[in-house]
Structures are given as C-alpha cells and as structure tokens.
C-alpha cells in the first residue's frame, strides 16, 4: 500500500539559508500534519491543513511557512535557517480524523 | 506543561514476558489515544489506537487500556519479542474538528532480551 512520502529524506544547510521539504500524503487523505523531532525530544507539532486550508498551528517560528496544494502535497519552507532547527521532519496524514500515518522523516542538518 | 506524559524513559523486558508502557494525560478534551513504535531514522508507525468511549482495544499480542478518571492508559504486549524493541509514543488529539493534532508523550524505549 502506498504510504506517505517525503523528500529529500536528508538534506545539509547553512546558517541563514532556506530549505523546502516536500511531503505527498496517502491517496485520498484528506489532512496533512507537520512534526519537528530535535535530538532525544518527542515529535513536536508544527501545523497542519485539512481540504487544502490550514487547520492547525502548533509551536511553528514565523520563520517556517507551509502550504497543501490542489493534488494534496504540502511543502514546508523554511527561512532563515539556525543550528538549532536541525532535526528530524516528519509529515503524516490522515482521512477523516482516524490515525495518522507518518512519512519517513527528512533530517535537515543546519551548519 | 506537558499534556501528555510517559514518565518511563526505557523499560527492560525478557523475550516471552509481558511489556508495560504507561502514559498519563492532563487535558480532558482528549478523547482519542494512539501509540506509535518508532525505530532511529525513521517516522513513528501506528499501533494501536483507542476512543474515549471504550476502556480496552486489542489487536493480537497489543492491548491498550484506558482509565479515563485516571487519565491513564497502557500499552500491554504479550507476549514480547526482541523486534519489539523500539521507542513507544503514546499520542492524544481532541477530535473534535477535522485536522486536530496529535500531542505526544516522551516515548518509552522499550528492549526486550531474548
């Protein structure tokens, strides 16, 4: 079965840059969830969007903007890149409020 | 504040035992729980999941309990296997609306000796 896809699944940065993270959620999924996991720290949620609009907001710095588009995929951008936002990135999705599915993560190195 | 807690930070168990993984919750709109197995490197991957209108789920050798008046649930696996070990995130989200967020506990790792 299809699961929910994410790339790059690694990707190495400098301080200030911008990176983008892409996640294509399961066919027919209607929510998409986005997760930070920093070293030895449980998944912290960023934000979320269900039918294309933003649902929910979590502990997502002004720096990090992210949007679904019309075939469902959503992208993470992230600005002004610190040491500090290096982590694992976790995207999920969900149908209909039933459990949510992860992708693989992309672990974004910030130096 | 942590809404959701796993004050268990690893849990030794031998092959063939039972594994106990507690997580207790403060926010009483939650009335949806998950757990996750996560392996290094990779996205968490759902277990079990429970409503808050029942007390008990299984699925083959996982139980999830539920003590709604004791904002508590546990993770029973029985019996265990060493590719059980992993980290075990217990999860809550208010359903109330479509797209609510999971809130995650701390994790537990969980390593079974054969």
């Known amino acids: 079965a299809a699961g929910v896809i994410q790339s790059p699944r690694h990707l190495i940065k400098e301080k200030r840059e911008t990176a983008t993270l892409k996640c294509y959620p399961i066919?027919?999924?209607?929510?998409v969830y986005w997760y930070q996991q920093g070293p030895g720290q449980d998944p912290q949620f960023l934000i979320s969007?269900?039918?294309?609009?933003?649902?929910d907001k979590g502990s997502i710095p002004d720096r990090f903007s992210a949007q679904q588009f019309s075939d469902y995929h959503s992208e993470l951008n992230m600005s002004s890149l610190e040491l500090g936002d290096s982590a694992l990135y976790f995207c999920a999705s969900s149908w209909l409020n039933t459990e949510a599915f992860f992708g693989q993560g992309t672990r974004l190195t910030v130096v | 504040d942590q809404q959701v807690k796993q004050n268990s930070p690893s849990l030794s168990v031998q092959e063939g035992r039972i594994s106990i993984l507690n997580c207790d919750y403060t926010?009483?709109?939650?009335?949806?729980f998950l757990w996750y197995k996560k392996y290094p490197a990779e996205g968490p991957t759902f277990l079990i999941s429970?409503?808050?209108?029942?007390d008990k789920n299984e699925d083959g050798r996982f139980t999830v309990f539920l003590n709604k008046s004791a904002k508590h649930l546990s993770l029973h696996i029985v019996p265990s296997q060493p590719g059980d070990s992993a980290v075990y995130f217990c999860?809550?989200?208010?359903?109330?609306?479509?797209?609510?967020?999971?809130?995650f506990g701390g994790g537990t790792r969980l390593m079974v000796k054969p």
């Open positions: 969007f269900y039918e294309k609009m933003q649902s």
């Open positions: 926010n009483s709109m939650f009335d949806y």
């Open positions: 429970i409503s808050s209108i029942k």
């Open positions: 999860a809550a989200s208010a359903r109330g609306n479509a797209g609510n967020m999971l809130t």
């Open positions: 066919p027919r999924h209607d929510t």
